[in-house]
């Protein structure tokens, strides 16, 4: 266990549907990072933040936000999903140098 | 071309067997190296990281870096039917904590251990 916890495990929505990603991360890690998953694309970088602040992006969708909270928890917003969103979604949380990641949210569009 | 690439195998060996997993970088910025083990459906699972050119040993795990060709490797001793999983080698260009951590990856190297 990586102290790391996602919230739901799974879900299944349709098309062009909004759904909410959340990542608490480990007592006292101030950063958090979103990462995708899909077959075809491996593990791929999403957004970063910092106590709160936005620190690096990486190839996230216009469609896609993401916020961290005051209480450091963070949330991913994905909207007007399509087919190909479906993917195993991961928040990694860290203090210095190494990251350490939650067990992941299954999203599933139809 | 990919930042960072991985023989996804799949990979097969004998339970006792040494395994050997690579990875191949292009971006000489990169200062971390990192291996992840992810069993399927779960989270990725750090198992050793390793700051710049050097190897690294834990336990049955010795990781090595060579910054010079670009290339690191994993190397299991004594595989176990457990190691069976998804290895992957991921690398960042700067400290994760309060600086621009983000890690890239590579595809995953698909191992199985048969006892």
Known sequence: ?110 | QKEVEQDPGPLSVPEGAIVSLNCTYSNSAFQYFMWYRQYSRKGPELLMYTYSSGNKEDGRFTAQVDKSSKYISLFIRDSQPSDSATYLCAMSGDAGGTSYGKLTFGQGTILTVHP
């Open chain 1, 1 to 110: 266990d990586s102290g790391v916890t996602q919230t739901p495990k799974h879900l299944i929505t349709a098309t062009g549907q909004r759904v909410t990603l959340r990542c608490s991360p480990r007592s006292g890690d101030l950063s958090v990072y979103w990462y995708q998953q899909s077959l075809d694309q491996g593990l791929q970088f999403l957004i970063q933040y910092y106590n709160g602040e936005e620190r690096a992006k990486g190839n996230i969708l216009e469609r896609f936000s993401a916020q961290q909270f005051p209480d450091l928890h963070s949330e991913l917003n994905l909207s007007s999903l399509e087919l190909g969103d479906s993917a195993l979604y991961f928040c990694a949380s860290s203090a210095h140098d190494t990251q350490y990641f939650g067990p992941g949210t299954r999203l599933t569009v139809l």
